[in-house]
């Protein structure tokens, strides 16, 4: 087996990742990045964006994003970690302007920074090049090695050659998106359907802590084309109705922000709409002016163009015609809610020299994007102080298949999920029978040698270890705190409680703490 020796071992070639391979090289460490696809147009940023959100703008604190943050969550938010990355991103956008990315220095939304994102990607992908030699695509890292509590590299299963090879580093970083396929959609999925959960899996099984992974995010979106209606909603403040003509998220959430409550209440507010009969809920931007008009179309084309051909091909006028919302199917995401691997301030996870960034990092709720670049560069600036002997001797690893159609398993976890564990069709409540009934299934699922496309195999693998954890921690915990991403119906009243659900897998059983925030 080949052994590849560097001092950082990127996983993922993300936001994240491409910014860490940048700062590693200016700390002058060697660094590679390992991606299943092509770094050119992978991630979560492939389609472009409108803007660099967590960024501070003049006159603004850093304890001022924190109080924004917490609000998102419902009080739930790390403060050390959102402290952190919110001095990073000036510096990021430096960098990605240097590069070529067009930056308006315009205010978006509380903390965003409108830029014209729609090569967004192709420029980080060019920061990478310019940073290391060796990236290595179309490889699946499928396995940590850790010994004695520290990382000392990565088993990556190469698609070209069929065959494995092993990265050894003094460092890993763990960069790779959240995990969406894991319920039933009913459109395109909003989530590159492509982050499988790897680096979630990878960290699970090798003992790593894991925080708020009952957490899962639930965007209210444009129905049928899943589009975000955050920028229309609150940018432009155009309110929800249902079809009664209700003002309903004014009048019925009107001590949580209203328009401007936290995320997971304004998914809430039109699923409860459909839930009582008040259904189709609309978005009402009837009464934008026409300038406005413009300039929602243009910041739509730039981070959404699918939004675009949409209401062009169904020749919708945004001043005449209503668009209907509803929410979507649950994904993990540590870039929007607090679910994710635990890391302390250095971006290390608990397990020595293993760091992890971006959506796969928990604790900050909407960091999306800046938080992402931001803790790139925290995470490679820990890796740069690394000083350490590895001289483990990796040995003979190879993933393994089988010939049980990793297309039904996918599709069994998807309905049971849906079904069982809260998904769109349940209105996304739970309770401790039907989790437990979905994570038997699932446990049945992670029993199987799966076959046919190797890289579909792997995916599979982990998003069922994905969901075996999401569910350990739904029926965990013990309340309804953020509905509806958590909302059970035996324990239905709405708690305040003040902890992170952390876990760890040791020994074949899952163990818990819980840190207050």
């Known amino acids: 087996m080949e052994i590849i020796n560097t001092e950082l071992a990127i996983i993922g070639g993300g936001t994240a990742g491409c910014m860490a391979s940048y700062e590693a090289n200016k700390k002058g460490i060697e660094n590679l990045i390992i991606e299943k696809a092509s770094i050119r147009r992978s991630g979560c940023l492939a389609p472009g964006v409108n803007a660099i959100y967590s960024y501070l703008h003049e006159g603004e604190k850093p304890e001022d994003y924190y109080e924004f943050v917490k609000h998102q969550g419902m009080g739930l ?115 590159p359907p492509s982050n499988a959960g790897t680096g979630y899996s990878l960290a699970i099984r090798a003992g790593a802590e894991i925080e708020g992974f009952e957490f899962r995010f639930i965007p209210p979106r444009i129905k049928d084309v899943n589009s975000p209606i955050g920028v229309t909603a609150v940018g432009f403040k155009a309110p929800l109705r249902n079809s009664e003509g209700q003002e309903f998220m004014k009048e019925k959430f009107a001590e949580y922000g209203g328009e401007g409550s936290p995320i997971a209440l304004r998914a809430l ?127 003979e690893r190879i993933p393994e298949f089988g010939d049980y159609s990793w297309k039904d398993a996918e599709e069994r976890m998807k309905f049971v999920l849906e079904h069982y564990a809260g998904g769109l069709s349940r209105y996304y409540i739970y309770n401790e029978q039907s ?35 999401m569910l350990h921690h739904m029926i965990e915990r013990r309340e309804t705190r953020m509905p509806p991403f958590q909302m059970r119906s035996d324990y239905p009243e709405w708690s305040n409680s003040n902890y992170l659900l952390v876990s760890r897998l040791e020994n074949g059983e899952i163990a818990y703490r819980r840190d207050y925030t």
């Open 435 to 469: 989790a437990r009934i979905a994570l038997a299934e699932v446990n049945k699922l992670l029993t199987l040698k799966l076959g046919g496309d190797r890289l579909r195999c792997l995916e599979t693998r982990d998003r069922l270890v994905t969901a075996k954890t």
């Open 77 to 191: 938010a790390r403060r050390d970690l959102a402290l952190t990355l919110i001095k990073e991103t000036p510096y990021a956008v430096e960098i990605l302007e240097k590069y070529g990315l067009p930056v308006l220095h315009e205010r978006q939304g509380r903390f965003g920074m409108r830029i014209y994102g729609e090569h967004i990607k192709p420029i980080l992908a060019d920061i990478a090049r310019d940073s290391t030699e060796n990236i290595i695509e179309r490889a699946y890292p499928f396995e940590l090695a850790v010994e004695n509590g520290e990382v000392a590299g990565v088993y990556v299963y190469d698609f070209k050659n069929d065959e494995t090879f092993f990265v050894r580093a003094k460092s890993v970083l763990i960069a790779t998106g959240g995990a969406s396929g894991l319920y039933m959609n009913y459109t395109v999925p909003w989530y």
């Open 269 to 395: 507010g039109p699923i409860r709409e459909y839930a009582e009969g008040r259904f189709p809920v609309y978005i009402d931007t009837s009464e934008i002016t026409d300038e406005q008009k413009e300039r929602l179309l243009r910041l739509y084309l730039n981070a959404w163009p699918l939004f675009y051909l949409f209401i062009n091909a169904r020749g919708i006028d945004l001043k005449e015609k209503l668009l209907e919302v509803m929410p979507c199917e649950p994904y993990i995401s540590g870039s929007h809610t607090v679910a994710g691997i635990w890391v302390n301030e250095d971006r290390m996870t608990s397990i020595k020299y293993l760091l992890a960034a971006g959506d796969a990092a928990g604790g900050v709720p909407l960091k999306h994007v800046g938080g992402a670049l931001a803790e790139g560069i925290i995470a490679a600036r820990t890796a740069s102080r690394t000083k350490r002997a590895n001289d483990l001797k990796p040995e």
